[in-house]
């Protein structure tokens, strides 16, 4: 039974028995009960309407609100400073301590992206993140790096560069996404189970899309690779830092072919990403009775880690504890603020972190 008096606990509506039951209605000009039926049922579409369209308005505004955090937002977090306080414990001054959530929420990573002297940094660091640290972000910090993940798979997809580097990406996070889902009872994700599994069949429709990209040959007929003094084609190649290029990129053409081949290419980068102590213990003599450089490679890159290189990354000020990316003011009291910065790569991002 609906309270009828204007107190705290009632709107203020009055309320009519009728045959179905009780209904609000409020009189205009007295506000106070009608009793006459017939004169009720002349303004009962009337005053329904009102009450619809105040209930729909109060709906539609929780809807707005509800329809931010839900988990089909597209756009990211973003906050107006693009750095973030690193402290691991409280202090008189600074009470609580920051995570690795709260700093892939903080920090620009959607912009990154789009920058080529960061790309490779932030794929390496999702990767890192879909291995192992996944189950520490918090549900908004694991949405975004969803939405993140998704604008790397769009502008590949758009720029047919690093395929095989996002493949590799998503297959890591499927195949951890496989085991957490399966031990979700023991809450190990955020959110709802079919919304993984929703974010898994997006993960496989991804792959898919990879799969089915036609590289499109350039219309320029210019100057070209192979039109290069061989010199200088052998000079380029020896820029390249991943063994899978130097064969991807023999299989162009056939004098591509035989470049790629070089001893010395294979042996400069075997030196490149492994001490002597590493090459020493992985020797492989060819039948000719010299040293097999590629097969060399290719077995050590399956027993050691490979030297990272990138563009850019981000950077620790150690006077003030500040993360944030190269070039990014921050409020740093220092004398000579560049002097203080380190560079932390992927691994050491994730390790800042642990505590």
Known sequence: MPFLGQDWRS???????TADGWKRFLDE????FVSDLSSYCNKE????????????????AKKRKKDILNSKTKTQYFHQEKWIY????STKERHGYCTLGEAFNRLDFSTAIL????????????????????????????????????????????????IRLIRELLQTLYTSLCTLVQRVGKSVLVGNINMWVY?????????????????????????TFTDLPLCLQLNIMQRL???????????????????????????????????????????????KGQLDWKKMYFKLIRCYPRKEQYGDTLQL???????????????????????????????????LFKF
Request: one cysteine or more.
């Open 45 to 60: 579409v009337y005053n329904k309407e009102n009450l619809f369209n105040s209930l729909n308005y109060d709906v539609a």
């Open 86 to 89: 690193v402290h691991k414990g």
């Open 115 to 162: 920058d080529s002297r960061r790309f490779n940094y932030v794929v390496r660091l999702l990767e890192l993140i879909a291995k192992s640290q996944l189950t520490s972000l918090s549900g908004i910090a694991q949405k975004n790096f969803m939405n993140i993940l998704e604008k790397v798979v769009l502008k590949v997809l758009e720029d047919q560069q690093n």
């Open 241 to 287: 830092s991943d063994g899978r290029d130097l064969v991807s990129l023999g299989q162009a053409a056939p004098d591509l072919h035989v470049l790629s081949e070089d001893r010395l290419l294979w042996k400069k980068l075997c030196q490149y990403h492994f001490s002597e102590r590493q090459i020493r213990k992985r020797l492989i003599l060819s039948d």
């Open 29 to 32: 000009k007295s506000g106070s």
């Open 317 to 351: 000020c150690k006077h003030c504890h500040i993360l944030s990316w190269k070039g990014t003011d921050h409020p740093c009291t220092a004398n000579n603020p560049e002097s203080c910065s380190v560079s932390l790569s992927p691994q050491d991002f994730i390790n």
């Open 11 to 17: 709107p203020g509506q009055s309320w009519v028995k």
């Open 199 to 223: 974010r898994m069949e997006t993960i496989l429709h991804w792959q898919q899309q990879l799969n089915n990209i036609q590289i499109t040959r350039p219309a320029f007929k210019g100057l």
